[in-house]
């Protein structure tokens, strides 16, 4: 059965909560018997998407389990907890840091809700709070605000922040057919706090928003400044469906207020002067890459198809956001530093690791049109604030080659460590996308789905295909949940057609794709934001069936989170 976005008359959905203090007499993992205790405040969502809004889960929960592990994974308890009333007591907790809590609630004999917090630090002598949110297991857990509704959106962006947080950015708002052609418009300039361990969902204090409304644009945590980074977005896109290809965009369309800050403390924008614009050229879906002390390099976000020519001369330099430049950090001009080796559009990072003096490299993966693109280039900070180069004399070989022209809108995602002969690679998931061979855009084919490993020692990129995903997509997202896989979610097979891709489930070491059993409940839409969380399991925000489904109606957003039963120690 295929779930369908509510219209703005549905009901929120209902939190219900309960303070459990949590008696502990610890083991001595580090730091001995803990007298005192630990509380935990948990809440859990009144059932999975589509249940009964005023079920009370923790009337079906017939018990507890409390599982302890370590920094690097080893279970160290697995405790029971019984419970009287409001009180949860669990005895023999480990003591010590760096321990991942996961609280199971179980029903006739199987686990059906789940929270976790990891990085957590108990101590002998002290009591301890934890927030906890009960999620639904192998279920779509929807997640409404506190109060009202959100107005679905396409192209939005969700950021990780401090805390396990989550600020949710932007978004189309409308679209309207005119002849064979569909127009994107009216992106929000609204802006939400989703919280896992609390559950809660709301706006920013005094109702904050953007500067200006932006879709397609880009969001990054700056943690020394504990602020975010807004670049990019476009107020209109255009789908011609005469032709076919991906929606499109003009520089006249481009946000002109090309960035903006948003500080997490005050939960206030800050807009750049004028001048200060000048430095960060128009970019949608723009590519940021984190640089030591906040700097921030932006990358990509080219009209596509991209081409090395004239009219994209703009884009074969990056810009550098400087976090000391004023009061509230800047893009800054570079002159000719920091030339990539083509423009690019509809790129992919991915963090492939650290330069002898402790510097960032990011692989840029994807988003060039020439007839022999150029699919990878790396870029490695140096030492100077701000600085690096764009290295493109690594050999892409494999399979990626054996279908023409370049490939736009694959996500790529770090899958660890892996083996070239008897060297070590650093091993990425590309999952989709689309193809353009320097004159016409191809749909997206299942083919497109590879192993990407970076074999430093060789400067060699090869790429190995993945048989087994049942559709080629763009506009979807991929989220790593845990050590072991990755989850594929939504996005488009065709132009002209209805979203129908679910969920995926990628096994890392077994190299194959599962349809999970509650697949046919997604929401099934593309142009979401999707990201993991602080629990492990997938926050997806956004997106539409239809490229038409935000015409003369409003739709409540699809808001879930999907926690997979491999999650479940």
Request: glycine letters at 12%; charged letters at 20%.
């Amino acid at each position: 059965m295929q779930a369908k976005l509510q219209t703005m008359t549905g009901k929120p959905r209902r939190w219900f909560g309960l303070i459990l203090p949590i008696a502990l007499a610890a083991c001595a993992v580090e730091d001995g018997p803990v007298p005192g205790g630990m509380s935990m405040s948990i809440k859990a969502l009144s059932d999975s998407c589509g249940g009964d809004p005023n079920a009370n889960p923790f009337t079906q929960i017939s018990s507890y389990e409390l599982v302890v592990r370590n920094g690097k994974g080893k279970t160290l308890k697995r405790l029971s907890a019984s419970k009287s009333g409001s009180k949860l007591t669990i005895a023999d907790v480990p003591a010590g840091s760096g321990l991942q809590l996961s609280l199971l609630g179980k029903s006739s004999g199987s686990t059906k809700w789940f929270a976790r917090r990891s990085g957590q630090k108990i101590v002998k002598n002290t009591e301890t709070t934890f927030d906890m949110t009960l999620m639904a297991v192998d279920a779509f857990t929807c997640i409404s605000p506190n109060a009202g509704q959100i107005v679905n959106v396409l192209f939005p962006a969700v950021t990780p922040i401090a805390g396990g947080k989550v600020l949710i950015t932007g978004g189309f708002t409308t679209s309207k057919t005119v002849g064979s052609k569909i127009e994107l418009s009216q992106p929000s300039d609204e802006t939400w706090i989703f919280d896992p361990n609390t559950g809660d969902l709301r706006r920013p204090q005094n109702n904050a928003r953007m500067s200006k409304g932006r879709a397609g644009h880009s969001a990054i945590f700056l943690p020394k400044s504990n602020r975010v980074l807004i670049v990019g977005g476009t107020e209109k896109m255009t789908i011609d469906t005469s032709v076919g290809g991906p929606p499109t965009w003009r520089v006249s369309d481009g946000v002109g207020i090309t960035y903006e800050v948003f500080d997490i403390s005050t939960e206030t924008f800050f807009t750049p002067e004028t001048q200060q614009l000048d430095n960060a050229v128009k970019r949608v879906f723009p590519n940021l890459m984190p640089l030591s002390d906040d700097y921030v390099v932006a990358l990509g976000g080219a009209l596509w198809p991209a081409k090395a020519n004239a009219d994209q001369t703009i884009y074969m330099h990056a810009n550098l956001y400087d976090p000391t430049e004023g009061d509230n950090g800047a893009f800054v001009s570079v002159g000719a530093a920091l030339p990539l080796n083509t423009a690019r559009a509809g790129a992919s990072i991915a963090f492939l690791g650290t330069t002898n003096n402790g510097g960032s490299r990011y692989l840029v993966w994807g988003g060039d049109s020439e007839s022999n693109p150029l699919h990878a280039e790396v870029f490695s900070e140096s030492s100077i604030a701000g600085g690096g180069l764009f290295d493109a004399g690594y050999k892409v070989e494999g399979d990626i080659t054996s279908i023409k022209g370049g490939l736009y809108f694959a996500t790529l995602t770090a899958l660890g460590k892996g083996k070239d002969g008897t060297e070590s690679t650093e091993e990425f998931l590309s999952v989709g996308g689309i193809r353009h061979d320097g004159k016409n855009w191809a749909p997206p084919r299942k083919e497109d789905v590879y192993v990407v490993s970076v074999n430093e020692a060789k400067k060699r990129i090869k790429t190995t295909r993945i048989n087994g995903l049942d559709a080629g997509i763009f506009m979807h997202q991929a989220n790593r949940t845990d050590d072991g896989h990755v989850v594929i979610s939504g996005g488009f097979s065709a132009w002209d057609k209805p979203a129908s891709f679910t969920i995926r489930e990628f096994d890392i070491a077994s190299r194959t794709f599962t349809t999970p059993g509650v697949a046919d409940k997604w929401v099934r839409r593309g142009g979401h934001a999707a990201l993991t969380l602080n629990n492990d399991c997938v926050f997806a925000f956004g997106g539409v069936e239809n490229f038409t489904d935000l015409e003369g109606k409003a739709e409540i957003a699809a808001s879930d989170v999907y926690c997979p039963s491999h999650l479940v120690p």
